[in-house]
């Protein structure tokens, strides 16, 4: 199983910050990478898959990149709502994996 | 709108089976293949497996092998999944997903369905 490590673990910054989070893979994937965002006591979102699309009706400070095996997500202005834990997850090879989640908080 | 709901919470005791169901609506249910992802308390997100709502046919993480079924009913629109010889660290909320992208690139996901498995 291609294995999924997120990093930080956990962040916090204040409102109108950019933010970054890295996600690396135990071998290439081939951007066959999606990011997902879960508030709490909620289910997942779609954010970006194919590591740099932006999914229909998501906000556009959300951003993708990367190649190989490290990818990152970006908020290029930190809002409120953005409250949430994000995951990385690679749909290159089954069974599909993700990381181990990004908390996010507000400062 | 695409719409999941799944069953409502369950308790179930150890060495006992759970089956969470999954509706779905607004779209066509056999186009689609749905996953069954899980997350137990304050972890992060397991993939369980997949099935094709069209042919039936699925494939499960060799974790789960020998004790989940995913099964569906077209006539109803509903996907299953059955867990069985539950265990204390099966205690989590199962997600059902629908895989808009194929190969699992494009998840929309259902509320969830929390299984907590206590004595």
């Known amino acids: 199983d291609i294995q999924m490590t997120q990093s930080p673990s956990s962040l916090s910054a204040s409102v109108g910050d950019r933010v970054t989070i890295t996600c690396r893979a135990s071998?290439?994937?081939?951007?066959?990478l999606t990011w997902y965002q879960q508030k709490p006591g909620k289910a997942p979102k779609l954010l970006l898959y194919a590591a740099s699309r932006l999914e229909s009706g998501v906000p556009s400070r959300f951003s993708g990149s990367g190649s190989g095996t490290d990818y990152t997500l970006t908020i290029s202005s930190l809002q409120p709502e953005d409250l949430a834990t994000y995951y990385c997850?690679?749909?290159?090879?089954?069974?599909?994996?993700f990381g181990q989640g990004t908390k996010l908080e507000i400062k | 709108q695409m719409q999941l709901v799944q069953s409502g919470a369950e308790v179930k005791k150890p060495g006992a089976s759970v089956k969470v169901s999954c509706k779905a609506s607004?779209?066509?249910?056999?186009?689609?293949?749905m996953h069954w992802v899980r997350q137990a308390p304050g972890q992060g997100l397991e993939w369980m497996g997949v099935i094709n709502p069209s042919g039936g046919s699925t494939s499960y993480a060799q974790k789960f092998q020998g004790r989940v079924t995913m099964t569906r009913d077209t006539s109803s629109s509903t996907v299953y999944m059955e867990l069985s010889s539950l265990r204390s660290d099966d205690t989590a909320v199962y997600y059902c997903a629908r895989d808009l992208g194929g190969s699992g690139s494009r998840l929309y996901w259902g509320q969830g369905t929390l299984v907590t498995v206590s004595s």
């Open positions: 997850q690679q749909y290159y090879s089954t069974p599909p994996t």
């Open positions: 607004e779209y066509t249910f056999t186009s689609y293949y």
């Open positions: 071998q290439g994937i081939s951007n066959s």
